[in-house]
Structure formats: C-alpha cells, structure tokens
C-alpha cells in the first residue's frame, strides 16, 4: 500500500505539533521540513517522535556534505529517515546510508535540484537509498510553466523506489500512486488548507482508492 507523507513546512514546534495531532490518523511519515529543522534544530524530531513514535519521522535535512554525520545527529534525535541531495557526491551519500545502517533506519535521497533525476534515482538506489524523493522544490513549483506532471513521467519509468514531492494534492495524488510512486508527500495541500484533518484524509482515501 502506498504511503502518505506529510511535510510539515511550518516554522515553530509548537504548530508541527499541533499539525500532527490532528493529521495523525491519515498520515504514515510524518516530514520535518528543512525551515523548521534549520529554525528550531534537531530538538523539534525528538518532539515529533515522542509524540508519534507509532508513525516514521522523517528529517528533510536535505545534506549536502558529511553524510554520515549529519544523518547521524538526525537518526540519534529519532528520525527513522533523513535526507541527503542527490546532488551531492557519491561518498555523502554512501556516508549518510553508513549512518543508516548502523542505526537500522533509511535514507532518502533528494533529487532537488538534479538535471537528470530518474538517471541519479538509479545511481542512488545501487548505493542503498531506501527511496528516491522525485521532487520540485518551492522556488521550482513558484517557476512559471511549472507542472508535477514532469515528476509524474519519470516515476513512471524510474525503476525504482521513489516518492513525488512538488505540488501533490487532491486532485493529482492518484495519478502520482498510480504512476508507481510507493510514497506521496504533501505539504502546503494540508498544511495550507482551512481544515487539514479533512484535507489529509481525502489525500489518504484517494491514495487508497487506486
Ligand atoms: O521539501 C520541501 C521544500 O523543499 C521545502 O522544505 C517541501 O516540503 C516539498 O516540496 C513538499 O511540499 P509541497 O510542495 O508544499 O507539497
């Protein structure tokens, strides 16, 4: 069955909590995003886990260098899963999926950024992701022209484990499943929404559903 992923683009602890709570029963990972973690710290995935710690945590560290020590700070801070950039070198990958390893828990390679995605999701996955995050940032989505459906295609035909991130909801989550991504990952169409406990559990139902 595929998985939802909520990625909690809000600012302080204190509303990712409260997010979490109301959204809980719909979501299976549940994402710290990268501005929350760089405004808060590692401290709020500790938080998030201790009130969650039925769900998978997931750290949008989004590393860059010292693989295995970023992931390593992360995974001791609770996360089950941490981003590294598709867009770094071999050897931080291999360093955060090192970190992994030793912990029991997965990476998630970001291809944020990466020209060829689908070629750097197969590159990746030889080297142990657990899954590849076919994903268009918020600058990207904000580009005039911009359309998910790009990310769509290549998981069609990327052969390997990958989530999509960049602009999931309600009314394309089905097409992103069906195209064979094993996770969806939605930000502002829950976080941003009047009622995001509705929201989560029409993106749940529709994921189900196909
Ligand atoms: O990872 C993300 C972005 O880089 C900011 O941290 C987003 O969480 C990701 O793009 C999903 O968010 P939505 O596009 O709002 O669904």
Redesign the pocket.
């Known amino acids: 069955m595929a998985k939802l992923q909520v ?1 909690i ?1 809000l600012l302080t602890t204190k509303d990712a909590l409260e997010l979490a709570a109301k959204i809980a029963p719909y979501i299976d990972i549940i ?1 710290l ?3 929350l973690i760089k405004n808060e710290g590692i401290a709020v995935v500790t938080a998030m886990k201790a009130a969650h710690p039925d769900k998978l945590v997931f750290a ?1 560290l989004k590393t860059m260098d010292a693989g295995e020590l970023e992931a390593d700070i992360a995974f001791k801070a609770g996360a089950d899963l941490v981003t590294v950039l598709g867009a770094a070198g071999d050897a931080t990958i291999a360093g955060a999926i090192k970190a992994g390893k030793a912990h029991g828990k997965g990476v998630v390679v970001d291809t ?1 950024g990466v020209a060829d995605r689908v070629k750097r999701a197969q590159e990746v996955t030889a080297l142990g992701a657990e899954f590849v995050e076919l ?4 600058d990207e ?1 904000w580009t005039e022209g911009y359309s998910i459906q790009v990310l769509i295609d290549e998981a069609a035909r990327a052969g390997v484990p990958v989530s999509i ?4 909801n309600i009314s394309n989550v089905a097409d992103v499943i069906k195209a064979g991504a094993i996770v969806a ?5 829950i976080y941003g929404a009047e009622d995001p406990a509705a929201a989560a559990k029409a993106l749940r139902e529709a994921i189900d559903a196909v």
């Open positions: 990625a683009d994402e995003g990268t501005p949008d944020i994903h268009a940032g918020l989505q991130a960049g602009g999931v990952v939605a930000g502002a169409a």
